[in-house]
């Protein structure tokens, strides 16, 4: 390793779950991972990660206290590179049936439900996701997944509107192009989804958890990252 | 089938800092680096590791979570950690080292009340209930559940335990044959059968596995992921051409 000083990466705090894959990802990326709740790390954090532990409500609740929904939206409006895992990707969209009443980030619209089919909850194992023909980073293979809700379609045009947590849309035509990868657990769902801005995939939301997905995990962020044009220690 | 690819579990039971093995839970031999050894698998296609503390001291527990927050550093596939857990802090110190999932036994059986109040906390997809079952005609299943690493007998039969302990949280059954354990006899396809038709999630096998033949048993009598030890430890086939094995006989693998 270098003797420069590591980039940081800012984990954002959402709860009392334990980080530790995450951070140790975000190391093996070259970065220095910093979990924090602090408002300005979210607006100025070189890259975030929205992690995937514990539920939809506590979860918005805990941002919404910590102003971290307006920052985060503010950040995607900016077109500065963010990422959301698992739970962290949900929270993206209008809201769950996991907590009925709590608004979401709603960033894309939709509303995210539990997996349906008779198949045991949560999905949790490998399975093999699909790319889109338009998407550029996202590739197909397996992945890790344990989730029991999940995103059913990403109802999208180019040039997304961004709506903001608090309601009246601040930001409008934001995204330049979206592409997915899909799943299927008893049904199909959205594994998967990249947004573009200026030609760089500013915005990766994943329903697996590519910190435990092997190297495929690995060679997603390292290309997000390097797409986003991020200089980093490797 | 769900779609999932089966999954092949590489075990490091782990006491005092090195990975040893035993046959039927005694005579451990010591084989080697446990850093190394999860490296290794993960190279070659293990699906997640399984790592079992046993350790008999304080001391060796504590090297346990030290052990745990070295690997996570190199490890990009979960970890499942067990053995001795006998409490929500030592569940709690575990994931905070890098566990992903943490596996419970004898403290299970001695206050079930730990698998719902671990799933609360943490999450079904969190919690495992590891089961060491033996052979006995007198139970309804012929299964009974066995304690303290395999030396204490419970009265419990093994497919009414395992429903219990799915009913109150746990995400999955580890299920392993204190019979079979090191014999290369192959897993007990009857007991996986019997428990995987009596609970809605999913069972690993445990115990005997040393050819690509008993993984496919294994698979076929209703196992979601196959783990195994000595034959991993040992060099006599690589997880890869396990994986190679079941693909060939229409088995969904990850490769």
């Not at chain 1, 300005?40 to 939809?56: M, N, S, Y």
């Not at chain 1, 995210?112 to 996701?129: S, Y």
């Not at chain 2, 089966?6 to 093995?21: H, Y």
């Not at chain 2, 991993?232 to 690589?238: A, D, P, V, Y």
Request: with cysteine; net charge negative.
């Amino acid at each position: 390793m270098s003797m420069k000083e590591r980039k940081k990466l800012i984990i954002i705090k959402t709860g009392a779950a334990n980080l530790a894959s995450v951070e140790a990802f975000a190391k093996r990326l070259g970065f220095e991972p910093v979990v924090s709740d602090m408002m300005i790390d979210v607006l100025e954090g070189q890259v975030v990660i929205l992690p995937g532990v514990g539920a939809f409500g506590p979860a918005m609740e805990k941002l919404s206290q910590d102003g971290l929904d307006e920052a985060i939206c503010r950040r995607v409006e900016q077109g500065l590179p963010t990422a959301g895992i698992c739970l962290g990707m949900q929270l993206f969209f209008e809201a769950s049936e996991e907590a009925p009443g709590s608004k979401g980030l709603c960033i894309f619209n939709g509303t995210v439900k539990r997996l349906a089919g008779g198949l045991p909850l949560p999905q949790l194992g490998w399975n093999k996701i699909e790319s889109e023909s338009s998407a550029h980073l996202l590739e197909s293979g397996w992945v890790y997944f344990a989730n029991s809700y999940r995103v059913g379609e990403v109802a999208y045009t180019y040039k997304t509107t961004i709506k903001g947590s608090k309601g009246a849309p601040f930001a409008q035509n934001v995204f330049d192009q979206v592409a997915i990868a899909s799943a299927r657990y008893g049904e199909p769902f959205v594994a998967a989804l990249e947004a573009w801005q200026d030609a760089k995939p500013t915005l990766l939301l994943c329903q697996f958890h590519p910190e435990l997905s092997g190297s495929f995990g690995t060679r997603l962020f390292s290309h997000w990252i390097d797409l986003n044009r991020i200089g980093r220690n490797v | 089938m769900n779609g999932l690819a089966v999954r092949i579990i590489p075990c490091l039971d782990f006491k005092d800092g090195r990975v040893v093995k035993g046959t039927r839970f005694l005579n451990l031999v010591d084989s080697g680096d446990p850093l190394e050894r999860a490296l290794l698998y993960e190279r070659q296609g293990a699906d997640e590791l399984a790592f079992l503390d046993i350790s008999a001291t304080l001391e060796g527990r504590k090297t346990m979570a030290q052990e745990v927050a070295r690997i996570r550093q190199v490890l990009s596939i979960p970890i499942m950690v067990g053995g001795g857990i006998g409490s929500i802090e030592d569940a709690c110190r575990l994931l905070e080292a890098g566990a992903d999932r943490i596996s419970v036994n004898s403290a299970a059986v001695r206050n079930p009340l730990i698998i719902d109040e671990l799933a609360s906390r943490f999450g079904v997809q969190c919690v495992v209930v590891a089961i060491d079952v033996a052979e006995n005609s007198t139970m309804p299943s012929g299964y009974e559940v066995k304690i303290d690493a395999g030396s204490r007998k419970t009265g419990f039969d093994a497919v009414a335990w395992a429903q219990e302990a799915s009913g109150r949280g746990a995400g999955e059954i580890l299920l392993t044959s204190i019979d079979r354990d090191g014999t290369s006899l192959g897993y007990e396809c009857r007991l996986i059968g019997l428990v995987a038709r009596a609970v809605l999630v999913p069972v690993v096998a445990s115990g005997g596995a040393s050819k690509p033949e008993h993984f496919l048993e294994g698979y076929l009598s209703g196992a979601s992921a196959l783990l195994a030890a000595g034959i991993f430890h040992r060099g006599e086939i690589s997880i890869r051409e396990i994986k190679e094995f079941l693909k060939a006989h229409d088995v969904e693998v990850r490769l």
